[in-house]
């Protein structure tokens, strides 16, 4: 086993790759080592930043469609942005040397804050780029009622 990752089973064999101390260890697949889904989820980097306008939400995806992610809003406030990279097809014939992309379902969630819309969220894809907008509300100032001084 190798302190570098194989998401794919071990399709590579390479003299340059460590032995893992860990590989006894009772969890799976070695130190670094992350199988299928959890590496995925590891991997889907997401910013979120606030304007005076909205929140929004980037996540890089290369080479994943946008037909195959889902973006929801549940109970709650939650945002969810999910999909699953698909594998590339292996050949019989192949020899590989380093397999560092991952593939598999990812899945991330926030907790929005009391101030969204959640019925206008927006979401675009280009180049690779999903890009998530969730507008504000508008905040209700209070009601401020002046009060006649007598004497």
Do not use: C, Y
Request: no cysteine; charged share 35%.
């Amino acid at each position: 086993m190798s302190l570098i990752p194989s998401f794919f089973g071990g399709r590579r064999n390479n003299t340059f790759d460590l032995w893992d101390p860990f590989q006894d260890f009772p969890f799976t697949g070695g130190a670094l080592s992350v199988p299928g889904e959890t590496a995925s989820f590891a991997s889907t980097r997401i910013d979120w930043k606030e304007t005076p306008e909205a929140h929004v939400f980037k996540a890089d995806l290369p080479g994943v469609k946008k037909e195959e992610v889902k973006v929801e809003v549940e109970e709650g406030r939650i945002l969810q942005i999910s999909g699953d990279r698909s594998v590339e097809k292996e050949e019989k014939n192949d020899k590989w040397h380093r397999v560092e992309r991952s593939s598999g379902k990812f899945m991330r969630r926030f907790r929005l804050p009391e101030n969204v819309k959640v019925d206008e969220v927006k979401a675009a894809m280009e180049n690779g780029v999903l890009t998530v907008t969730v507008p504000k509300a508008e905040v209700q100032k209070p009601d401020v009622k002046a009060i006649d001084i007598s004497g």
